[in-house]
């Protein structure tokens, strides 16, 4: 008999959190890598224009991507996601109902579901990695605006 282990459905939601909280480390590895392919162009031009422009786009994503996790975290019943395309129904059957323990979270009316928790700690993960992301974004420009691009 072969049993094959049942895959977990992942949500809308919870691929939305998920790549709002990578958008910041995303947007700083870009930041990084167009930044330093840019200097021989920054150099024939003269101007620091190209690695202004990457700097302005990592910024802004990561400044969206916070003020989305932000959102979302601080949203009251928000976490509560749809269920996933092909997947039951997140309300328990009458006979699974039955049998939860009385004490258990779920038991409940309006008790938040572990995974609205869990929806809720990526979210503040979310916000804590922007708002680090995007000091170590405007901080990588620095050298930049000090150092001569063609030296």
Do not use: H
Not at 8 to 18: H, I, T
Not at 38 to 60: F, H, I, N, Q
């Amino acid at each position: 008999m072969d049993i094959e282990p049942k895959r977990p459905e992942v949500s809308p939601l919870d691929r939305r959190l998920l790549l709002l909280a990578a958008a910041g480390p995303l947007a700083w590895l870009m930041q990084l890598g167009f930044g330093i392919s840019t200097v021989r162009w920054m150099c024939d031009l003269g101007s620091r224009l190209p690695l202004y422009l990457v700097t302005a786009a990592a910024l802004a994503a990561t400044a969206a991507a916070l003020a989305g996790c932000w959102r979302l975290a601080r949203a009251p019943e928000g976490l509560e996601a749809e269920p996933a395309p092909g997947s039951a129904s997140p309300e328990p059957a009458e006979s699974e109902r039955s049998q939860a323990p009385e004490d258990s979270p779920a038991a409940e009316p309006g008790a938040p579901t572990p995974a609205a928790g869990a929806r809720r700690a990526l979210a503040w993960s979310g916000v804590v990695l922007g708002v680090f992301f995007l000091l170590l974004v405007a901080a990588t420009l620095v050298p930049g605006l000090v150092l001569e691009p063609c030296r």
